[in-house]
């Protein structure tokens, strides 16, 4: 990505020490406050309203609120807001009128709501879940498993090949994505080649040497306890009565006992600070030089990711013995790109940088192939265009050629309900009936509308569709930077990432990927993966120390 449109990245979670949001009951607006800065809201987003920064920064506390179960939209707002404002009085009130009660308004319904909103959906479909999931003491027979209802339609269970290939996985419950998803925060990496063995004495089918869906549900069925989680499953002496030798990896634990530099006041020094480093000159020191797979990465990377690099690096090898690295690319499908850091430089730095990529905690794969297409941040209401016009195509795409219509929300939820296997599934399916829907506005409208009209449109909305699909297509395909926000040339689905990388690195690495798990508002960053979600990672991208 360029550095034009980095500050998405700094995406900074803030972590405030404010529980429950209690004492700032007395912060929000009055009744006329709200109505007032209600409209004078509207004219202030009209100029730009919050900054990147801002938006992003309150956006990520918003998520963080609403992941603790938090869901009053007012007590979330006044968190929020004061985690912007940490230099004001919380007991305060808000003036009527006052450009801070402006930006309370529009934090609340602009970035709360949102999150609230789609949050609650979130709970509503864990609970329908749930309900239908066998009791915790049942055991998780075939015919119970195949019995658990899809997520939704045209989802994992009418198509979903996990990794190995070796049979079709019923789908992955709530309760067990939760549990994968700790296992991918956690600092310890499994040893691919320890695991592949482990998987084989446990009678795992898609023994992928890769964590999975298949694996906890047998890991669970050893332990005679349905409801065993990551910390159990993490600990050698429960690894070990699977199976001798050491599970894990050699893991950087990122974190330093320096002391802090009062003199360094950047961003990025307070990011580093936060992962116990000096300053941000001292965390650069281990800041080095990379490759994956043979090919030599552009900039550089942390040494703590370096290693989960490493990690993915060896499971693929892994899978394809006697291959040279050249033929493992090849055979993953991967075009051989990858940018780690950048706005590392001083001056990025002075003017504020301390995004993942700054940090040296992010790489970017094939950003040539893997558009960013839910960007807010950086373009404010500029974006809502492209928003609308990609609902729009993957609405048109999949009811044309198949499997679910993504959106930014959509998106961050099954990043959080699915394995990665279901994810990759999903989001490929969709990329190739958005490809074929664009392949199809090249054709002559007479053949556009009789195609539209064999998949149920109308004789009006396929007129409709084709006129605006002959119009846009060819400028997905060719632009470089268009209005639809694609980065390179050599996009045409929305992403060329295979399965088996991703799973080597989100399953393997431990890495969160921004194609669908940046915000339920801000997402589809295809060609990132970050550090964000283990302690090291959110330390730096919180800018807050880990509490002990």
């Known amino acids: 990505m360029d550095q034009a449109r980095a500050q998405d990245h700094g995406n900074d979670r803030s972590t405030a020490k404010d529980d429950a949001g209690a004492e700032h009951d007395r912060a929000q607006p009055d009744g006329q406050a709200q109505g007032q800065a209600a409209d004078a809201a509207v004219r202030r987003m009209a100029k730009g309203g919050l900054d990147g920064t801002q938006r992003a920064l309150a956006m990520?506390?918003?998520?963080?609120?609403?992941?603790?179960?938090?869901?009053?939209?007012?007590?979330?707002?006044?968190q929020v807001f004061f985690a912007l404002h940490a230099d004001?009085?919380?007991?305060?009130?808000?003036?009527s009128g006052s450009s801070e009660a402006q930006e309370w308004v529009e934090l609340r319904d602009e970035v709360v709501r949102p999150q609230v909103e789609a949050f609650a959906g979130m709970d509503k479909a864990a609970a329908a879940h749930e309900q239908a999931a066998p009791s915790a003491g049942a055991v998780h027979s075939a015919q119970t498993e195949e019995a658990q209802p899809a997520l939704a339609p045209g989802g994992p269970a009418n198509g979903f090949k996990p990794l190995a290939g070796n049979q079709k996985e019923a789908p992955t419950r709530p309760d067990e994505a939760k549990v994968l998803n700790a296992l991918r925060a956690a600092t310890h990496?499994?040893?691919?080649?320890?695991?592949?063995?482990?998987?084989?004495?446990?009678?795992v089918s898609d023994a992928s040497g890769a964590m999975n869906t298949e694996t906890l549900r047998k890991l669970r069925e050893h332990a005679g306890d349905q409801k065993l989680g990551a910390d159990k499953i993490l600990d050698r002496a429960f690894l070990n009565q699977v199976l001798e030798g050491e599970p894990f990896l050699h893991s950087e634990e990122g974190f330093k006992h320096q002391a802090p530099d009062g003199s360094a006041s950047t961003n990025a020094d307070h990011a580093a600070q936060a992962a116990g480093y000096a300053s941000y000159a001292a965390y650069k020191k281990d800041m080095h030089d990379f490759k994956f797979l043979g090919v030599k990465g552009r900039f550089q990377v942390h040494d703590y990711?370096?290693?989960?690099?490493?990690?993915?690096?060896?499971?693929?090898?892994?899978?394809h013995p006697g291959k040279d690295d050249k033929d493992i690319v090849k055979a993953i499908g991967w075009n051989g790109t990858i940018v780690g850091s950048y706005g590392a430089d001083e001056a990025s730095v002075a003017q504020g940088m301390a995004h993942m990529h700054t940090m040296g905690l992010a790489v970017d794969f094939d950003p040539e192939a893997n558009p960013y297409i839910f960007d807010k941040s950086n373009y404010g209401s500029g974006a809502d265009w492209w928003y609308g016009w990609y609902h729009d195509m993957f609405r048109n795409?999949?009811?044309?050629?198949?499997?679910?219509?993504?959106?930014?929300?959509?998106?961050?939820?099954?990043?959080?309900?699915?394995?990665?296997?279901?994810l990759q599934a999903r989001i490929e399916q969709a990329s190739q009936s958005f490809e074929k829907y664009?392949?199809?506005?090249?054709?002559?409208?007479?053949?556009?509308?009789?195609?539209?009209?064999?998949?149920?449109?109308?004789?009006?909305?396929?007129?409709?569709?084709?006129?605006?699909?002959?119009?846009?297509?060819?400028?997905?395909?060719?632009?470089?930077?268009d209005i639809f926000n694609v980065r390179g040339n050599g996009a045409h689905g929305i992403t060329n990432l295979r399965q088996e990388l991703l799973v080597a690195l989100r399953d393997v690495a431990g890495l969160a990927w921004g194609g669908t798990e940046m915000s339920g508002v801000e997402n589809g960053d295809f060609m990132h993966f970050d550090c964000r979600n283990d302690a090291f990672g959110y330390a730096v991208y919180s800018k807050h120390a880990p509490k002990k």
């Open 438 to 481: 664009l392949s199809l506005g090249e054709k002559d409208k007479e053949t556009i509308v009789a195609t539209l009209k064999g998949a149920g449109f109308s004789d009006v909305e396929a007129n409709d569709q084709a006129d605006q699909l002959k119009g846009h297509s060819g400028k997905y395909k060719k632009s470089a930077r």
């Open 189 to 203: 990496r499994f040893d691919p080649k320890w695991l592949a063995e482990a998987q084989g004495k446990l009678g």
């Open 88 to 95: 004001r009085d919380p007991h305060q009130k808000l003036a």
């Open 60 to 78: 990520a506390k918003a998520i963080e609120l609403a992941s603790r179960g938090m869901r009053d939209v007012n007590k979330m707002t006044d």
């Open 397 to 422: 795409s999949v009811r044309v050629y198949g499997g679910e219509a993504i959106t930014e929300q959509s998106m961050m939820e099954w990043s959080q309900k699915l394995s990665t296997e279901e």
């Open 305 to 319: 990711l370096k290693a989960r690099l490493e990690a993915a690096e060896g499971f693929l090898r892994s899978r």
